[in-house]
T-cell receptor
Framework: GAGVSQSPSNKVTEKGKDVELRCDPI?????LYWYRQSLGQGLEFLIY????????KSGLPSDRFSAERTGGSVSTLTIQRTQQEDSAVYLC??????????FGDGTRLSIL | QKEVEQDPGPLSVPEGAIVSLNCTYS??????FMWYRQYSRKGPELLMY??SSGNKEDGRFTAQVDKSSKYISLFIRDSQPSDSATYLC?????????????WGLGTSLAVNP
């Protein structure tokens, strides 16, 4: 399809394990965003990429969270030493420069 | 106090009703205003996108922005059962690399046949 693709759609892991979440943006979109959605908190911004650079990573909750983008396309969000409070839906969005953001269906992460 | 306030509902209306959804905000730097629709276990889907104050219409949907009151609205005419979803407002400032969207918590809408 032509939309934002995220994988896996669901991930269950044990506390303390590392996880990698992947995002394939809409082809040609220059900007890529990660958000987290949890009950009662709504959507929270994590990080924004323009090309392969991250001008704004102000939303990353701790140094256990990191993200990279390669080739101006695919992005990976990595959470190290997962904690139960990391359980949430992780959403990726992409846009053409300053234009509206379009979202994937997210990765549902559960930490046991 | 959150930067963006949105009544979570739930809102329940009969099919064919006019639905009014709204958000208030506190940051006068916000310039771009969006409404997204989110179905269960899906990502947010962009419905309306407006810049600064004014009205915008797209089919059965009308978005209004009143920057002087820091108040935005979404109206849905002739509501359908397929409109049953959570509606999220989002907004951001316009400057440079400040692209992060600030969100309301969403209003849950049920349209009953």
């Amino acid at each position: 399809g032509a939309g934002v693709s995220q994988s896996p759609s669901n991930k269950v892991t044990e506390k303390g394990k590392d996880v990698e979440l992947r995002c394939d943006p809409i082809s040609g979109h220059t900007a890529l965003y990660w958000y987290r959605q949890s009950l009662g908190q709504g959507l929270e911004f994590l990080i924004y990429f323009q090309g392969n650079s991250a001008p704004d990573k102000s939303g990353l909750p701790s140094d256990r969270f990191s993200a990279e983008r390669t080739g101006g396309s695919v992005s990976t969000l990595t959470i190290q030493r997962t904690q139960q409070e990391d359980s949430a839906v992780y959403l990726c969005a992409s846009s053409w420069y300053n234009q509206p953001q379009h979202f994937g269906d997210g990765t549902r992460l559960s930490i046991l | 106090q959150k930067e963006v306030e949105q009544d979570p509902g739930p809102l329940s209306v009969p099919e064919g009703a006019i639905v009014s959804l709204n958000c208030t905000y506190s940051n006068s730097a916000f310039q771009y205003f969006m409404w997204y629709r989110q179905y269960s276990r899906k990502g947010p889907e962009l419905l309306m996108y407006t810049y600064s104050s004014g009205n915008k219409e797209d089919g059965r949907f009308t978005a209004q922005v009143d920057k002087s009151s820091k108040y935005i609205s979404l109206f849905i005419r002739d509501s359908q059962p397929s409109d049953s979803a959570t509606y999220l407002c989002a907004m951001r400032a316009g400057a440079g690399n400040n692209r992060k969207l600030i969100w309301g918590l969403g209003t849950s809408l049920a349209v009953n046949p």
